[in-house]
C-alpha cells in the first residue's frame, strides 16, 4: 500500500476503438484545468475542434475511424493529465489497438498532440484501405482461441480471415475478407462458439488487408519525434516490452497488419506489474472485464469520468 493506505498503481491500461461515445469527457473537461488543456491542445493539434464532436456529436460523425480513434486517446491522455502526478510507481503500460499510442503517452515517448495526429492520420490511412479493399470483422465468443485460428484457416482457401484480436481466452475477433470471415464465423458455430457477432468497422483491422495503409503510417510515424519509454509499453504485435522510442515506432507500423495479442500482454503486463492496482484511463471499462477473466484475482480500476477520477483524487 501506498501513502495514506492507497493501493500501489502498478499499470495502466489504454481502450482501443469502439470505447467512444457522444459526451466522452466533457465532465473532465468541466472539472479539471489540466484535462480542459489536453483537449484543447489536440484540437489545435488537429486543427479540428474534435471536443465539440467528442462532446455534442452527431455520432455519427464521432464513429467515424478518423474521429474516433483520436477521441479515444485525448479522453485517456486527459485523464492522465489529471491523475499522472499521483501515479509514481508505475512498472508498465498497454493499450489495446490505438490504445498503444495513448500508452506511449503514459510512458513519456510522445506527447499527447503528436499522438493524436499520429492516430488520426491512421484512422483515415485504415478508412482508405478499407475503401480500397472493403473488409469485414466478427467476435466470437465462447470458443478458445486455437480453434478459432483452426477455422480460420480453413476459411482463409479463396479469401483471408485470421484471428485479429485474441481479447481473452475465449474471446477472439476475426478479420479479413467479407465471404471468408463469414464462412470463418458460421465454421466457429459449428465448433461450438456461443455467439458470433458482425462488428460495424470500415475495414479489415489488424489483417493483411491494411497492408496499404502501413507506407503512409511509416511516414508519419518517421516525422514524430518519439523519446525513449520511461516504463516498458508491453506492445500488441508481440506482447514484449518496449524499451526504445525505435521499437515503439517500429511496432506500431507492424501493429497495423498484426494481431492484437492482448491475452499475452496482459500476462506480461502482470509479470512487469508484480501485484498492486491496474487503471483502465479513458472511455468504458471493457479492458478492466477482460483482465478479470485473463488475470484471475488482479485488482482494477477504470478512470473515465469526473466522479471516478475525483474518488481515485480522494
Given at each position: 500500500?501506498?501513502?495514506?493506505?492507497?493501493?500501489?498503481?502498478?499499470?495502466?491500461?489504454?481502450?482501443?476503438?469502439?470505447?467512444?461515445?457522444?459526451?466522452?469527457?466533457?465532465?473532465?473537461?468541466?472539472?479539471?484545468?489540466?484535462?480542459?488543456?489536453?483537449?484543447?491542445?489536440?484540437?489545435?493539434a488537429?486543427?479540428?475542434?474534435?471536443?465539440?464532436?467528442?462532446?455534442?456529436?452527431?455520432?455519427?460523425?464521432?464513429?467515424?475511424?478518423?474521429?474516433?480513434?483520436?477521441?479515444?486517446?485525448?479522453?485517456?491522455?486527459?485523464?492522465?493529465?489529471?491523475?499522472?502526478?499521483?501515479?509514481?510507481?508505475?512498472?508498465?503500460?498497454?493499450?489495446?489497438?490505438?490504445?498503444?499510442?495513448?500508452?506511449?503517452?503514459?510512458?513519456?515517448a510522445?506527447?499527447?498532440?503528436?499522438?493524436?495526429?499520429?492516430?488520426?492520420?491512421?484512422?483515415?490511412?485504415?478508412?482508405?484501405?478499407?475503401?480500397?479493399?472493403?473488409?469485414?470483422?466478427?467476435?466470437?465468443?465462447?470458443?478458445e482461441?486455437?480453434?478459432?485460428?483452426?477455422?480460420?484457416?480453413?476459411?482463409?482457401?479463396?479469401?483471408?480471415?485470421?484471428?485479429?484480436?485474441?481479447?481473452?481466452?475465449?474471446q477472439?475477433v476475426?478479420?479479413?475478407?467479407?465471404?471468408?470471415?463469414?464462412?470463418?464465423?458460421?465454421?466457429?458455430?459449428?465448433?461450438?462458439?456461443?455467439?458470433?457477432?458482425?462488428?460495424?468497422?470500415?475495414?479489415?483491422?489488424?489483417?493483411?488487408?491494411?497492408?496499404?495503409?502501413?507506407?503512409?503510417?511509416?511516414?508519419?510515424?518517421?516525422?514524430?519525434?518519439?523519446?525513449?519509454?520511461?516504463?516498458?509499453?508491453?506492445?500488441?504485435?508481440?506482447?514484449?516490452?518496449?524499451?526504445?522510442g525505435?521499437?515503439?515506432?517500429?511496432?506500431?507500423?507492424?501493429?497495423?497488419?498484426?494481431?492484437?495479442?492482448?491475452?499475452?500482454?496482459?500476462?506480461?503486463?502482470?509479470?512487469?506489474?508484480?501485484?498492486?492496482?491496474?487503471?483502465?484511463?479513458?472511455?468504458?471499462?471493457?479492458?478492466?472485464?477482460?483482465?478479470?477473466?485473463?488475470?484471475?484475482?488482479?485488482?482494477?480500476?477504470?478512470?473515465?469520468?469526473?466522479?471516478?477520477?475525483?474518488e481515485?483524487?480522494?
Amino acid at each position: 500500500m501506498g501513502e495514506r493506505g492507497r493501493p500501489v498503481v502498478a499499470a495502466v491500461l489504454c481502450p482501443g476503438q469502439g470505447a467512444q461515445r457522444v459526451g466522452m469527457g466533457k465532465d473532465l473537461a468541466e472539472h479539471f484545468p489540466a484535462a480542459r488543456e489536453t483537449f484543447a491542445a489536440i484540437d489545435e493539434a488537429l486543427g479540428v475542434a474534435l471536443s465539440r464532436i467528442m462532446w455534442d456529436g452527431p455520432e455519427s460523425e464521432l464513429t467515424l475511424t478518423h474521429n474516433a480513434q483520436p477521441a479515444i486517446l485525448a479522453h485517456t491522455t486527459a485523464v492522465y493529465a489529471v491523475v499522472g502526478d499521483r501515479l509514481g510507481g508505475l512498472k508498465a503500460a498497454a493499450g489495446h489497438s490505438l490504445g498503444e499510442y495513448s500508452a506511449y503517452v503514459v510512458a513519456g515517448a510522445l506527447t499527447a498532440a503528436d499522438a493524436a495526429r499520429l492516430v488520426r492520420r491512421r484512422g483515415e490511412l485504415m478508412y482508405q484501405a478499407g475503401l480500397e479493399r472493403p473488409g469485414a470483422m466478427a467476435a466470437v465468443m465462447g470458443l478458445e482461441s486455437a480453434s478459432v485460428e483452426a477455422v480460420c484457416e480453413q476459411a482463409s482457401n479463396g479469401g483471408v480471415a485470421v484471428a485479429a484480436n485474441l481479447n481473452a481466452p475465449d474471446q477472439v475477433v476475426i478479420s479479413g475478407d467479407p465471404d471468408a470471415v463469414r464462412q470463418a464465423g458460421e465454421g466457429c458455430r459449428t465448433a461450438g462458439a456461443k455467439r458470433v457477432i458482425p462488428l460495424k468497422v470500415s475495414g479489415a483491422f489488424h489483417s493483411s488487408l491494411m497492408a496499404p495503409a502501413v507506407p503512409g503510417l511509416e511516414q508519419a510515424l518517421a516525422a514524430v519525434s518519439f523519446a525513449d519509454p520511461q516504463i516498458p509499453v508491453v506492445a500488441n504485435a508481440t506482447a514484449r516490452a518496449i524499451q526504445t522510442g525505435d521499437q515503439a515506432r517500429e511496432q506500431l507500423a507492424a501493429q497495423l497488419t498484426a494481431p492484437v495479442r492482448w491475452v499475452e500482454s496482459m500476462h506480461r503486463v502482470a509479470e512487469l506489474a508484480g501485484g498492486g492496482l491496474f487503471l483502465e484511463l479513458g472511455p468504458g471499462r471493457v479492458l478492466s472485464g477482460l483482465l478479470k477473466r485473463i488475470v484471475p484475482g488482479a485488482e482494477v480500476r477504470a478512470l473515465g469520468t469526473a466522479q471516478e477520477v475525483e474518488e481515485f483524487l480522494a
